[in-house]
């Protein structure tokens, strides 16, 4: 009897798990009365596809071809692409690896005057997929707004947005960088407001700002970086990074590398800012002033570990100390 009750109890683990193996489909000329099991069989908004992952216990929906505004079609506040789950497991919204041009995924918010997604529930992974042109005003300039928890990964791509790439807003938000890539946006790439960003591996780069180009730790923020790089950004100040006022910066590893401001092209930390850096590199940032790597303006912290290196940094004026100024 025993045999028998847990044969057919691994019958149903076996089952449940391949169940939860399902992948859901979703491109734009695809109909919501679908299964979305297949790609014949696909779905055509991104919205019914989360909802069917959800019935289905999937992890993972894949993205064929461009979708935007006209294809999901839906009478949406602030974003074309509204993702809220009621789970703490993981979903990922990933392309096709390697795919042709006609499949490759993008979500676009072009011509809508919305931001292009918004996380507020659940946790959401991207993979192989451009998130790109939130060219509208205001709110509508935004790639991203995380208010719950997601995730760049391998292959995924922000970028060409008319403002921020990434806004992370709220105490419980959390958005993790782990090989993607957030470049090109006209604002900062990440700007954290009231929440956690976390670099573990990927790229910010060629981004533009008038303060914080690369990642703007806000008040009551947090910016944790293990790994990844921080390039080829432009601001009037704090070109890489900039920690405002009770945000705080944990450096411990990656590099902050051949960005370029006025004043403090690497980082730039305001009063009461604080930057603790354990290991990682800072080089070969450019000042068009003072202090190519980092600045300590009054009432800052900068703690520096013996790993940690910040050298090889340069500024027009050699005066002050072009790699670390404590003002």
Known sequence: MKKIQLIIFLICVINIFAFSQEIIYVKADGNDNNSGLSETEALKTLYRALSRAEQLNSGRITVLGTLDAKSEARNTRDSVFELSVNSDREILITGKPNAS?????????????????????????????????????????????????????????VRDNSSFGILISGFNAIFTLDGGEVRKNNSCAVFVSKGLF???????????????????????????????????????????????????????????????????????????????????????NRATNIVGGVWVLKGGKFVQNRKAKVTGNNAKRTNPNPNVYRQ
């Open 101 to 157: 041009d006609s499949e490759k995924a993008i979500l676009s918010a072009k011509d809508s005057n919305k931001s292009i997604i918004s996380v507020s529930k659940g946790n959401i992974r991207f993979e192989h997929i451009e998130i790109s042109n939130a060219n509208g005003e205001g709110t509508g300039a935004v790639g991203v707004y995380v208010f719950s928890r997601m995730t760049l990964g391998q292959g995924a791509v």
């Open 198 to 284: 976390i670099l573990n591996n990927g790229t910010i780069s060629d981004n533009k700002a008038e303060l914080g180009a690369g990642v703007f730790v806000g008040t009551d923020s947090m910016f944790e970086m293990h790994g990844g790089t921080i390039e080829n950004n432009t601001a009037d100040s704090g070109a890489g990074v900039l920690v405002d006022a009770n945000g705080k910066f944990e450096m411990y590893g990656g590099t902050i590398t051949n960005n370029i401001a006025d004043s403090g092209a690497g980082v730039i930390i305001f009063g009461k800012g604080i930057f603790e850096m354990s290991g990682g590199t800072i080089t070969k």
